[in-house]
């Protein structure tokens, strides 16, 4: 079995809580079922679709970069990139923490996309009025890589959505809410 998660802003990918961060809200907050592991990791300043299964052998299947599944995220920035920027964010060959990253899509958009969800905390209003939104799509997730890529650029990152693994994507599933998901949505995410 396969759950989509919409994982909020402060949450940890995992059950467990943190011995040094008492009271640190985890998936164990959301009667998700404890013997599920998760797909991946967002990071707990991160939000958007998280899976949570019972199939040892999909995270293999899904997000080993020799698979090639891809990974959408939206992401507000400080600042305005210019088209030259988003085009190095693309092209790849930034190295970051001794990784070079591979080729991605990187397209600024021309203001906040779909319908999103309020964050708490919201980004701060002075930051919200100078920032950007940008669409990447990357292949290949390393720990806090869009993160870094944006700040090596001098964009840092204000909040990161990671709305598509493969074809399959968040839609409106609200911020705490999961769902089971059905055969299709399986061979979707499985492309």
């Known amino acids: 079995m396969i759950i ?10 995992q059950f467990n809580e943190n011995p040094d961060q008492p009271g640190q809200k985890t998936l164990g907050d959301f009667d998700l079922p404890p013997e ?16 949570i299964t019972d199939e040892k052998q999909l995270e293999a299947d899904l997000l080993r970069p020799h698979k090639q599944h891809e990974r959408t995220y939206l ?10 920027d988003v085009r ?3 092209a790849g060959g930034m190295e970051i923490r001794g990784h070079v ?8 958009l021309g203001g906040e996309p779909r ?4 964050r708490e905390p919201a980004v701060d209003s002075v930051s919200d009025k100078r920032s950007s939104w940008l669409m990447m799509k990357l292949k290949e997730g390393k720990n806090r890589q869009v993160r870094r890529m944006t700040a090596k650029q001098g964009y840092p990152t204000l909040r990161l959505i990671r709305c598509s693994i493969g074809e399959f994507d968040l839609g409106d599933l609200e911020p705490g809410k999961w769902v089971v998901l059905s ?4 061979e979707a995410l499985r492309k």
């Open 4 to 13: 989509a998660f919409h994982k909020p802003y402060g949450v940890l990918s």
């Open 88 to 90: 190095e964010l693309a």
């Open 183 to 186: 055969d299709d949505d399986v």
């Open 75 to 84: 992401v507000q920035v400080e600042g305005k990139p210019s088209l030259t």
């Open 36 to 51: 599920f592991t998760p797909v991946g990791r967002l990071d707990m300043d991160s939000e958007g679709l998280l899976l």
């Open 115 to 118: 319908k999103l969800s309020k």
């Open 101 to 108: 990253t591979l080729p991605c899509y990187a397209q600024l």
